[in-house]
Nanobody
Framework: QVQLVESGGGSVQSGGSLRLSCAASGGNLRNDAMAWFRQAPGKEREFVAGARRTSSFLGYGDSVKGRFTISRDYAKNTVDLQMNNLKLEDTAVYYC??????????????????WGQGTQVTVSS
């Protein structure tokens, strides 16, 4: 059974940076997409960024383009999210996800079957 464990969340001031990491165990995810989603209180879960080497999928949510960067280490089964120029509206619980959904589903939660427990990111002014 694949397990995903996130780390690196915390509190930061607006304009600051954080780096999230997700480590997968229990399976080889070389052919899976791995992604980051986030969910703020009272809001739906939102796609942040995702990548999959097969099918050359690399995508970002509109609200984070140019500020966040996703990177994968396929040998180590890890995926990181570098978050720069953080804004108040980036405050949320961030979730790591993995799955083999069709290409058209990879920017949505339906493309993923494995989820981490989430890590809190809080941006303050």
């Amino acid at each position: 059974q694949v397990q995903l464990v996130e780390s690196g969340g915390g509190s930061v001031q607006s304009g600051g940076s954080l780096r999230l990491s997700c480590a997968a165990s229990g399976g080889n995810l070389r052919n899976d997409a791995m992604a980051w989603f986030r969910q703020a209180p009272g809001k739906e879960r939102e796609f942040v960024a995702g990548a999959r080497r097969t099918s050359s999928f690399l995508g970002y949510g509109d609200s984070v383009k140019g500020r966040f960067t996703i990177s994968r280490d396929y040998a180590k089964n890890t995926v990181d999210l570098q978050m720069n120029n953080l804004k108040l509206e980036d405050t949320a619980v961030y979730y790591c996800a993995a799955g083999r959904g069709a290409f058209s589903t990879l920017a949505g939660a339906s493309g993923y079957v494995y989820w981490g427990q989430g890590t809190q990111v809080t941006v303050s002014s």
